[in-house]
Each structure stands twice: as C-alpha cells, then as structure tokens.
C-alpha cells in the first residue's frame, strides 16, 4: 500500500491520464490504419463479400497515374501556398492592425468573419462569383468593358482560384495570432532602435520577426494542417474538375471510393499521403524542438 | 469488433468518471486515504447506464430508404403519411438519401443490412435482385405496361419491385429557336450538325452542357454512346458488349464526335465549368438549342420563366430511325430478409393503387407502368403518344455495362471534354473498367 | 504634421477597402438570398424588394431546425470530450519528460497532421463493423480523435508556460498527481481552453468529410450536409441555397459578435503564450 501511494505521486502513475486519448487513436487512426494496409493490397471495390488480393498493383498504379501526380502536385500548393500566402497576409494586416486608427476593430472582424463558415459554403460562394455566367467577377469585366472569361475552366488558375479564397478566408486567423504577438513585443525595443537611428526594415528583420517567432510556429502549423487537408472548399467550388485538375489527395480519394468504388485503390493513396504527411512533419517537429531549445 | 468498439467506448467512459470521481473524492477526503478500487463502482455504473435501452415501440416500423428529392420525394411522403395515418399499426420511415445513395446502399449490400423497402433506381434486375423478394405473386404484377416489363424482369422471369413509372427520354429542344430559324427537329447526326451551324451563326448556343455536374456529361455520353454503338443500323455491337467480346476501339467513334462538336464551338463557353442551374437558365432566357438532358430538366426550365418552350425530341442516329431511351424509374423492392415482409406487401400494394401511381408519375412528367393509371402529362402528353411508336432501349451503362460504369462514364466525359483524355485513352479507360467490373460482377 | 494627417486618413481608407474585400463574398450570398428565383439581375445588385420567402423555403424544405440541433448535439458533446480529453493527456506530456512520454508526444503530433480522408476507407468499414454509422456517437468519437491531437498540443504548450512550482507546492501539501491537476492546474487553463473550445467547436460545427460519412440518415444530417443537399445536382433553387448558407453561418456569426473577446483573445492566448 505504501509502495503504492509513493508511486502515486511521483508522477509515472498519470499516464493514466493519457490513456483514454491513446485508446481513441488506436480505436480511429491506428486500427483503421492497420486495416488499410491490407484493403490496400487487394481490389476491393468498397462493398462486396468478394474481392482478391493483388499485391502491390494498387501502389505501383498509383505512380503512373497522370490523376494522382496532379493531386500531389495541388495539394502541396495547396498545403506549402496557402501556408506562404496567408503567414505573409496576415503578418501584414496584423502590422497595420497593430496601429492605433478609427475603425480598426471593424476592420478586425471583418477580417476574421470568413474563418467562421464552413468551406462548403465558402466554396458554394465562390462558385457564385466565379461561374462563368452571371458570376460576380465576369460582371465586374463587363462593366469594365473586358470580355468574360471562365475563370475555373483551366484547371491550373482553377488551383490557384481555390488557393486565393482559402486563404482569403482563413487569413484572418493568421492576422489574429500574429496581432497577439505582436503586442508581446515591448515598446522599449523599437524604441531603442529608434535612437539609434534603425529603419523600418531593419527594424522590422531585427526585432518584430525574431521575437514573432512563436507566433509564426503556431500559425504555420495551423495553416500547415489546413493547407494539406483542404477538402470542402474544392468540393463545392470545382468537384475537383475540369477533369481531374484540381483535385487534392482528399478529393481524390473521396471520388475514388464513393464515385469509382475503387476502394483498395483509393486506399492505398491514402496510406501513400499518410506516409507523406508522416515526412512533413518530422520536418515540421524539427523545426519546434529547435524553437525550444532557443527558448 | 462491435464488441471491440463498445468496450473501448465504455472504457473511455469509465476512465473519464473514474478519474473525475477519484478527483472529487479527493476533495471530500483530504487525506486522501482511499485506493483506485474505489474507481470501479462507478465504472460499472457508466457500463449499466449504457447498455440501457429505451422501451421498446409496439408499432412495426418499416425502413424505406429513397433516393429520390424535389417533386417526387414530397409525392411519396404524401403517400406515406396517408398510409401511415390509415394503418395505426405500421410506421413506414421515409428516409430520403441524397447524393450518395448507391455508396450508402453498396455498403448496406456488402454487411447485408438493408431497410425493409428501397427505391432501386434502375438497377432492380441488375444489382439488386439477389437482395429483393421476387414480387411475381402481388396483385398489380400483371398490370405492369410493356415498356416496363423487360426492364424489370430478370432472365428467370421474376419481377422484383413495383414500378412506378416508365422513364423514357431523349433529348431536349428549344422549341422558339428551332421555328424561328426554320429547322425541323433533327434525326440523324449530320442533320444535327447542320442544324447546330445555323443555330451558332445566328448568334445562339447550340447545345449546353453542365460540366461541372460529371453526372450531366455522363448523360450525355449516355445517350450519344447508344446512338453509335446498338441503334445504329449498319453496325451491331449489342451481343459483342454483352457477351464481353466488345472491341473498344469502336468507342473511338463516340469519343470523335463529342470532340467534333467541342471544336466546332457547339458548346457553351463555360462547358466545364457550368452548374445544370446554367443549362436551365440558358434555356429559360432563350440563348440555349439543345441538351442531352431527361424531362425532368423542362420544369427546371419553367420554374424560371414559365413562357419557355423545350420539348422532347429523338435521339438522332446515322442509319436507322432515332430513338428513345427508356428504363425504370421510380420503383420499389422489398429486402428478401425483412422481418416485417407482411406489413411491407401491405404497404407496396397500397402504393399500387392508381391514384398514388399517378402521383409519383406526374412528379416528373413521365408515362405510368401500371396499365390502369391515368398520368396527367401536359403539354408532354401530346410528345409521348406521337413517340409511342418509336425505337426504345434502355440506358446504355445498364443494358450493356457492367454495374459501375456510369461512374466511368462521369470520369471518361469530363476527361475527353477536359482534355485530359484522347480518343484512345478514353476508350481505354472504358476498357479497363469495362473489363475489371465484369469480373468482378462475375 | 502633413504626414500625420495623411496618415490619419490613409488608415482608415485602407480599412474600408480591406472591410469591403473580405465582406464582398457574403454581400453576393445576401444578394442572391434576396432574390426572386426568376430574377436573373447581376450578383452585385441588392433588388429592390425583399424576398424572404427563399428564407421560408430553406427552413421549411430542409428540415433544418433538426440539422441546427444535430450539429449542436455534435458540437457540444465533442468539444466536451475534446477538452476533458486533450486536458488530461497533456498534463503528464507536458510534465513529465521521459522518453514515452517524448514519443506520444510525436505520435500526437503526427496524427494531427493526417488528413483525415487518408484513412476514410477503412475508417468506414471499422465503423460500420462497430455499428456506429448513423449514430452521434459515433461521429463525436471520430470527430473528438481528430479534434484531440490540436488540443493536446496547445494545452501541453501552454502548461509548460506554468510555473512548475505550483505544482510541487501542491504535493508537498499532499495533493497526488490527480488533484493536483484536477485542483490547482485546470482552473489555470482557462484561458487555452476557451482557444481549444473555440478551435475545435468550429471545426466540428463546420464539418463535412466526417458527417458525409457518418451521417447519411437524414434525420442525424448536420447543417453541412443541409446545405450541401440544398446545392447538390437535385436542387436548382439556388436563392433559397443561398438563403440557406446564410442560415448556416448565422449562430456562429452571432456567437462571435457577442463573444468577439473570447474569439480573439482565445485564440491569441493560447498561441503566444
């Protein structure tokens, strides 16, 4: 009993504390993981009680196939761009926001209104301003007198029109971490600089960025993780088409269980972007344990 | 592993009270003298909490899960609640599924946990059959129309829904446009061709296609594809793409002609990138000739703007008189292994009568299946009976493909139409599919 | 002094224009809401009568009072979860280092990076094995183990930040590792959690990619799967869509101008801190 209260408190015995996280992620992440990898050698097609096993025809497909070389492609545009986009974004509103003039606070809620709708939506509204047809910016080229165009219908401005209103959207999150950090930063130290003579820039490189590092971890990992799984926003702007040109790895594996019932092979895609996931963040763990050790 | 599941449910359950009452038992009892043991009672007691169930109904409710919406869906609610009201004893549950009906039933087939009814959408023969109860023995079997009878019955002779409806369709035509520019209603291709030049000379879109909706190019393939391939007189492909020993390369010929039309600038600007609302309101503001779209798209049409006038037409061929595509629509089977087959016959022979026949007919403007129903078709009325004569055939992707293919067809269209096919890469990708579907169906 | 005049006017200026930008999209969603169907005027102009029957038509052909209490079912029985959960994991992370407790860490970290479509396909078939299709149960767990690595990682970095004598004090007075956790370091959190409620109650608000799975039943649909209903092939009426995605966007919209301070601030707190 003794032996036990002193285990207690020590502190060894609170992983208990951890175990009903680790008991849903092998339940929903590692168990269905594990089940993957075998769905993945065969030619399931996502119903029947029949189905063989084709070794590793699924992933060998899977590197000739001109779709999923696309999806890979937009999907780290999506993931490293809107990742780019929205931390440059952001840190520039955030420097505008974080001076002192009437109406800055509408300014901020404006801003960060567009992070609270769901991109289903978002992408519905999309549609409505970039349809060909009576979409809002073909009204705006023709009061300009341009010819419309449309827009969606070259699938490489496809992708980079899902790039700009994702991160239209979420800047605003960006905008807001970025606004907190920099009031973490005293006043003093720009102060100092001022005496001695610093500009902006320099002020800018060697003060705000440095101790905005935080900041900029956090907002990068959020934006990270939204980037790499952007799935609604480009079902409801394009269903990943014209074709297959603006699919990401989500969208891709979405159409190819539910439409193709192709579900070995969707599966093994998505062990495929598991695995690649797995590398990015290692990098990006890297990059936080460097952050702490400067801490 | 539903067992797995509910453990590991009441075991997160369990460790969160646990811990929680450890905490609080803590507080009351600050020296803090009582051991985990005293965790486990209230572990049990989240365990009992969980396995208690609510008391059970003794009305029998039947599971019908629909794919149907808009007009139709409301017909069977309608019907439904009547029924639900006249029989105290039976609850039928309308659940309506949407989009993503035939994965939501694929799954349903594979765990073999079906509702007590379903709509098949056209694959009653096909791909349910061996889950439905044959129905051969119900009072309205003998009433079914010819039109329907085959495409419901399987090669033994079992019918296993209740038809509704007969969806017969071909494409849709622009009344105003094609009398304002003297062109009679084409019925071969090269008629077609023509009547599409004047029509993009004087200045209006030739035919729409929808292309953000893959299902909408899909259609069209869908009734391009029969033109070429089965109903055209001097080639016959009909045994070949049954039996398996279809040469693909023939598809080449369907695939041109979609391209053919494409660069010829027949299609609306936004082909690829246009909503079915597009396509409606193309129509609806007179702007649009032509779409390989079903009856249904015409009351889209009239929504907004209530003068247009679109009407049916044939489907053209080269050789041969243009046709028409007929298949079941609106049916009903029963799951083979219901537990409540009794009420389910009940509720399907009330279904059959002809007033609630006629209701789910009019929902979508098509002929009844059932001989002693009277459809009230409007201005269609005049379109089907001056057709009632002509060349029918089923949906191409059902007579002909294996179960499956129309999602090939979704993928193949926008493909050739996106460019990111060819000619031959998208008659190989039927192929493939062609080839991997039939052997899995077998 | 001219250039602070300038200045004084330029910002606001710049204001306006960015409050327009980022305001445009849901202004075109309001304008077509507002619109008969069989107006086909330009997206930019607001008619010059008011239809709110398109607001009728969303609510009443979509059952969507049912969608609302579904989502909030769902919402609030996760962000429980997600908290108490994420709370409690973090707490040994953060505190005690050793080389398991480094290793779940990564793993935490990983699992917050997967996409969750990556594993849909056997997902499914686990749960369907476990019956949970068409269940709140089931989609609150999925949704609370895709939700619960963000969690974890914001509060173990925010525990971090508190002072580990507070603790020590604690079990000196003979507090063990769970009251003090449950008594001295959870009233601390309050601030990171209104950033994990926040964070993880709009996300599972927002969700599509699980509820499309898991909640195919229309009486267990969400408001997503309502308004992508209302926008699917079936559905021509776009008004009375774009009345619905107005709809949808309403409670949030509401929570966040009555409750901008937590929004804002929760969100910084728990990042810089």
């Known amino acids: 009993m003794k032996v036990f209260r002193r285990k207690w408190t020590s502190g060894s015995h609170l992983y208990v504390m951890y175990l009903p996280a680790l008991i849903l992620f092998a339940v929903f992440v590692f168990y269905p993981l594990f089940e993957g990898v075998q769905i993945s050698l065969t030619n399931w097609n996502g119903y029947s009680q029949h189905y063989q096993y084709v070794g590793f025809d699924n992933f060998k497909m899977l590197f000739t196939d001109h779709k999923v070389i696309t999806a890979f492609q937009n999907t780290l545009v ?24 009437f109406g800055r606070k509408w300014v901020r809620s404006a801003v960060y209104l567009p992070v609270l709708i769901s991109g289903l939506v978002m992408g519905f509204i999309w549609y409505f301003i970039m349809q060909y047809d009576g979409g809002a910016l073909n009204d705006i080229m023709l009061l300009f007198g341009m010819e419309r165009v449309d827009w969606l219908a070259d699938g490489s401005r496809g992708v980079k029109i899902i790039l700009f209103a994702t991160s239209m959207q979420f800047v605003g999150q960006a905008m807001i971490i970025y606004l907190a950090g920099l009031q973490t930063i005293p006043k003093t130290y ?26 900029i971890i956090i907002s990068v990992i959020y934006k990270l993780i939204g980037g790499l799984q952007l799935f609604d926003l480009i079902v409801a702007l394009t269903g990943g088409g014209p074709g297959s040109s603006t699919h990401s790895f989500s969208t891709l594996i979405n159409s190819l269980y539910f439409q193709s019932q192709n579900a070995g092979y969707a599966t093994a895609l998505g062990i495929v972007l598991f695995l690649f996931i797995l590398c990015v963040t290692v990098v990006t763990h890297k990059l936080i344990s460097r952050n702490e050790v400067e801490h | 592993m539903n067992k797995a599941g ?85 609850f039928v549950e309308l659940t309506p599924q949407s989009k993503d009906y035939e994965a939501l039933m694929n799954a349903k087939m594979a765990t073999n946990d079906l509702p007590d009814l379903w709509n098949t959408h056209g694959w009653s023969v096909h791909k349910y059959s061996e889950y439905l109860r044959p129905l051969n023995d119900q009072p309205w079997a003998s009433k079914l129309v010819n039109e329907i009878k085959p495409i419901v019955t399987d090669s033994a002779g079992n019918v296993y829904v209740l038809p509704f409806d007969v969806d017969i369709s071909g494409m849709l035509y622009n009344v105003k446009i094609l009398q304002e520019l003297n062109i009679t209603v084409p019925e071969t291709w090269e008629q077609f061709l023509a009547a599409c030049e004047v029509i993009k000379n004087a200045g209006y879109t030739p035919i729409a296609i929808g292309g953000k909706d893959t299902g909408d190019v899909a259609g069209f393939l869908g009734r391009v594809a029969p033109s070429f391939l089965t109903q055209d007189a001097s080639v016959e492909y009909k045994d070949e793409l049954k039996d398996g020993s279809f040469d693909w390369s023939h598809f080449d010929e369907v695939s041109k002609f979609i391209l053919q039309l494409r660069d010829k600038g027949y299609y609306n600007v936004d082909y690829l990138t246009a909503d079915k609302q597009a396509v409606y309101k193309g129509f609806a503001e007179n702007k649009v000739a032509f779409a390989f779209q079903a009856n249904n798209s015409i009351f889209q049409v009239l929504q907004l703007n209530p003068d247009a006038q ?27 292994d219901t537990e409540h087959e009794e009420e389910a016959l009940k509720f399907l022979t009330y279904m059959s009568q002809p007033e609630n026949v006629s209701q789910i007919a009019e929902a979508y403007s098509i002929p009844a299946a059932l001989t002693d129903v009277q459809v009230n078709l409007g201005d269609l009325e005049e379109v089907f009976s001056k057709f009632s004569d002509v060349p029918v055939t089923n949906n191409f992707d059902r007579e002909y493909l294996p179960n499956g293919m ?37 | ?71 909030f079912v769902i919402t609030v029985g996760t962000s429980f979860l997600i908290i108490m959960i994420g709370a409690m994991a973090a707490y040994p992370l953060a505190r005690v280092r050793t080389k398991t407790n480094k290793w779940i860490l990564n793993l935490v970290l990983t699992v917050m990076m997967i996409p969750t479509l990556s594993i849909i396909v056997p997902l499914y078939k686990v749960m369907n094995d476990m019956h949970a299709i068409n269940t709140f149960w089931g989609v609150i767990l999925v949704l609370t183990t895709h939700g619960l690595p963000l969690a974890i990682f914001t ?50 608000w ?38 619905a995605a107005l709809l949808a966007v309403l409670p949030v919209t509401i929570m966040f101008i009555f409750l901008q301070k937590y929004f804002i601030s929760g969100l910084s707190d728990g990042a810089v801190k």
């Open chain 1, 190 to 215: 720009y102060e100092a600089a001022e005496i001695d003579g610093t500009g902006a820039w320099r002020k800018f490189f060697n003060i705000t960025l440095p101790l905005l590092m935080p900041a």
């Open chain 2, 310 to 336: 679109i009407s049916m037409m044939r489907i053209p061929v080269n050789n041969g008189s243009p046709f028409l595509i007929s298949g079941e629509r609106d049916a009903i089977g029963i799951w083979k």
């Open chain 3, 1 to 71: 002094m001219m250039k602070t005049k300038t200045r004084g006017l330029l910002l606001p200026f710049a204001g306006l224009l960015i409050i327009v930008f980022h305001l445009a999209p849901l202004y075109i969603t309001l304008s077509i809401a507002l619109k008969k169907m069989t107006d086909l005027s330009s997206r930019w102009t607001i008619p010059n009568y008011l239809y709110w029957q398109n607001f009728v038509d969303a609510i009443n052909s979509s059952h969507m009072l049912r969608a609302f209490t579904n989502s």
């Open chain 2, 406 to 442: 129309w999602n090939t067809l979704k993928v193949v269209g926008p493909g050739l139409l996106s460019g990111e096919l060819n000619v031959e890469n998208a008659s190989r990708a039927m192929k493939t599919d062609y080839d991997r579907l039939r052997a899995s169906a077998q």
């Open chain 1, 78 to 101: 999506y993931g490293v761009g809107s990742t780019v986009i929205q931390n440059i974004w952001g840190l520039a509103y955030a420097l505008l926001l974080n001076q002192v003039f």
């Open chain 3, 206 to 243: 927002n969700d599509f990619e699980f509820a499309l799975y898991f909640l195919q039943k229309p009486q267990k649909q969400t408001i997503t799967l309502t308004i992508a209903n209302f926008f699917s092939e079936f559905s021509s009426n776009i008004n009375a869509a774009a009345a």
């Open chain 3, 155 to 204: 509060y173990a970095n925010f525990i971090r930040t508190i002072p580990r004598d507070l603790d020590e004090a604690a079990t000196v007075d003979g507090c063990n590792g769970y009251s003090v956790f449950f008594r001295i370091l959870l009233p601390q959190l309050k601030p990171v959690t209104a950033t994990v409620l926040i964070l993880a109650g709009l996300k599972v």
């Open chain 2, 6 to 90: 509910r453990a590991s449910l009441v075991m997160i359950m369990a460790l969160l009270i646990g811990i929680l009452a450890a905490c609080s038992q803590t507080k009351e009892n600050a020296a803090g003298s009582q051991t985990p043991d005293s965790n486990t009672p209230s572990a049990q007691a989240s365990e009992s909490a969980e396995t208690q169930s609510p008391t059970k109904k003794e009305k029998v409710t039947l599971e019908f899960f629909s794919n149907t919406s808009g007009g139709t869906l409301e017909a069977y609610q309608r019907i439904v609640d009547k029924f639900n009201q006249e029989n105290p004893d039976i």
